[in-house]
């Protein structure tokens, strides 16, 4: 049962295009959302998140938009350059008393020059 | 800072084996997270620990998969005995509280086949 759902296992765009990915979540528990980048043989890395009191966080050509009501979330990046090309991870955690991040299977991006 | 340290990066053992993957996570950082990634099931959470405590090893698939934390700049995960199915990439990531509001900062993980 997976909770965080990225379902384009791929994605290509032409440089400078904008990249749009996408993750859907099936629990309302989720109230904090993260986006991670990985490159080949290294782990992933931090890239931008969002609190579920927004619906949207910027931070240069990262944006993360959140739709609460639809449980969705997006990352946009604009423009797309081809050192974006990477796995990218959407996460979420809710409050069990821990925190306890979910994390889905990851999208592919290929920014093509 | 020398970042979240796992060691060795790639083992190969044969199936019956005791394996066992370490971690040194990042100075400061009070809690240690395991995660597994298969083509098939992405990134899972395995188990974390917060001050040196295990919090939830709900994700830890068997009794054959344990844990430890003896110390705030050690861990360990056991898996003993191997199987095939436990071929994946395992990676341990830190960070300061469990909320990981700036991220976690994983480790270049450590690549297991079991033959």
């Known amino acids: 049962d997976q909770q965080v759902k990225q379902n384009s296992p791929s994605l290509s765009v032409q440089e400078g295009r904008i990249s749009i990915l996408n993750c859907d979540y099936t629990?309302?528990?989720?109230?904090?959302f993260l986006w991670y980048k990985k490159y080949p043989a290294e782990g992933p890395t931090f890239l931008i998140s969002i609190s579920s009191i927004k619906d949207k966080n910027e931070d240069g050509r990262f944006t993360v938009f959140l739709n609460k009501s639809a449980k969705h979330l997006s990352l946009h990046i604009v423009p797309s350059q081809p050192g974006d090309s990477a796995v990218y991870f959407c996460a979420a955690s809710e409050n069990t008393g821990g925190f306890k991040t979910i994390f889905g299977a990851g999208t592919r991006l290929f920014v093509k020059a | 800072d020398a970042g979240v340290i796992q060691s060795p990066r790639h083992e190969v053992t044969e199936m019956g084996q005791e394996v066992t993957l370490r971690c040194k996570p990042i100075s400061g950082h009070n809690s240690l997270f395991w995660y597994r990634q298969t083509m098939m099931r992405g990134l899972e959470l395995l188990i974390y620990?917060?001050?040196?405590?295990?919090?939830?090893d709900s994700g830890m698939p068997e009794d054959r998969f344990s844990a430890k934390m003896p110390n705030a700049s050690f861990s360990t995960l056991k898996i003993q005995p191997s199987e095939p199915r436990d071929s994946a990439v395992y990676f341990c990531a830190s960070s300061y509280g469990d909320r990981g509001t700036y991220g976690y900062t994983f480790g270049s993980g450590t690549r297991l086949t079991v033959v």
């Open positions: 629990n309302s528990m989720f109230d904090y």
């Open positions: 620990f917060n001050n040196n405590v295990p919090i939830d």
